[in-house]
């Protein structure tokens, strides 16, 4: 027998699809400031495997040119990042939502077995939970990722005035200052953001309609015989 079961509440929802455009117009911007100065490549040594960007990225994507109207973006979507960030972690600490959302110690085991799982090694249906541990480790890791893209965001935008972050990053044995490291991460946050998303939208797109339309309405299509609901991570 089918039912209807209360799946994401309300203001989840809202900050969840608010942060999706919000996101991509900081990503976007990011591109148009980090074209002026684009220092960052995968290699080793003087060997540089991956440059990013190569020049036909900026060309194709018309990123070239507009650092002024990049960081004038950036800097106002970034009040909305923050404030929906903030908004959505202190939603989910009051309404208690954290409990499905933090990593337990039992979600070590569990995230292996969906990985196992997913891999199709293992068999068996996974047990159902409104998130498993893939789930709770990638939505609790993006929510620091996203914490720390704001931190390390301020230590780029005010070195001077906000000194205390770039100090805090740039112990010695770095031999990088407070702002290099700040833009360092910075960049790579945004790498693993892109990272996050491909998996996130595969999962999404692999765990199917019942589990997408949940994010919208609210409610998922449950059927009581089944032990299993699909999942994304
Ligand atoms: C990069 C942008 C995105 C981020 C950072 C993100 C992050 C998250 C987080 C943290 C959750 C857990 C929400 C909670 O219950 O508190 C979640 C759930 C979900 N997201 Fe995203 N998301 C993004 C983009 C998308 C997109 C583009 C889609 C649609 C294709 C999507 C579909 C979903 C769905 C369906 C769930 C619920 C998963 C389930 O119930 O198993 N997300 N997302």
Redesign the pocket.
């Known amino acids: 027998m089918k039912r209807l079961e209360r ?2 509440p309300l203001a ?1 929802r809202w ?2 699809w608010i ?2 455009p919000v ?1 991509f117009v900081m990503m976007w911007s990011g591109l148009l400031i980090y074209w002026a100065n684009d220092v960052y490549r995968v290699g080793f040594g003087s060997h540089t495997l991956l440059h990013f960007f190569p020049e036909q990225f900026y060309e194709r994507f018309n990123l070239s040119s507009r650092l002024a109207e990049g960081m004038a973006w950036h800097f106002t979507f970034a009040w909305f990042f923050a404030l929906n960030g903030l908004l ?1 972690v202190l939603f ?1 600490a009051f309404s208690g ?1 954290w409990r ?2 933090l990593p337990t110690r039992k979600s070590f085991g569990e995230a292996f077995q969906v990985v196992l799982h997913d891999l199709k090694i293992r068999k068996s249906p996974l047990p159902r939970a ?2 498993n541990g893939a ?1 709770r480790f ?2 609790t890791g ?2 620091v990722m ?1 914490f720390g893209s704001l931190v390390t965001g301020l230590a780029i935008y005010k070195p001077i005035q906000l000194a205390i972050i770039t100090r805090i990053l740039s112990p010695s044995f770095l031999g990088a200052s407070g702002y290099e490291v700040a833009r360092w991460l910075h960049f790579w946050l945004t790498i693993g ?1 892109c990272g ?2 491909l998996v ?2 595969a999962q ?2 692999r ?1 199917g309609w019942n ?2 339309r ?2 919208i309405t609210g409610f ?1 299509v449950v059927r009581d015989e089944t032990e299993e609901t699909p ?2 991570a």
């Open positions: 799946k994401h989840i900050f969840h942060n999706f996101l959505y989910v939502e499905y959302l409104k998130f789930q990638a939505y993006v929510v996203g953001f996050f998303f996130h939208v999404v797109i765990a589990n997408f949940a994010m998922e999942h994304v």
